[in-house]
Nanobody, 122 residues
Framework: QVQLVESGGGLVQAGGSLRLSCAAS????????MAWYRQAPGKQRELVAT???????NHANSVKGRFTISRDNAKNTVYLQMNSLKPEDTAVYYC????????????????WGQGTQVTVSS
């Protein structure tokens, strides 16, 4: 009912930048919290950043000052601007969206993007 499509991943050198995008589409009534997670090989998935419907953001300490989450409500899109990338940022990045869809009954669900690979070389 709701689909998330991620883009923007790739291979960069340490100190470089990438901008990830995640666009939501489908039968959407409203979108609440949007977030980015990441998972490196052999490690658990971790929360990177969140942004509420009112624009309040929160970033993990490991990325604070380097990454910035933002959203464009008109496009149902969430972004993650990543600067000063480090090799330890290498991971698959997933967007997550809490969305409400009209229907009988109206439903609120949590949706995940397909993941996009970010690789930072030293």
């Amino acid at each position: 009912q709701v689909q998330l499509v991620e883009s923007g991943g790739g291979l960069v050198q340490a100190g470089g930048s990438l901008r990830l995008s995640c666009a939501a589409s489908g039968n959407i009534f409203s979108i609440n919290t949007m977030a980015w997670y990441r998972q490196a090989p052999g490690k658990q998935r971790e929360l990177v950043a969140t942004i509420t419907s009112s624009g309040i953001t929160n970033h993990a300490n490991s990325v604070k000052g380097r990454f910035t989450i933002s959203r464009d409500n008109a496009k149902n899109t969430v972004y993650l601007q990543m600067n000063s990338l480090k090799p330890e940022d290498t991971a698959v990045y997933y967007c997550n969206v809490v969305a409400k869809s009209p229907g009988i009954p109206i439903t609120t669900r949590n949706y995940w993007g397909q993941g996009t690979q970010v690789t930072v070389s030293s």
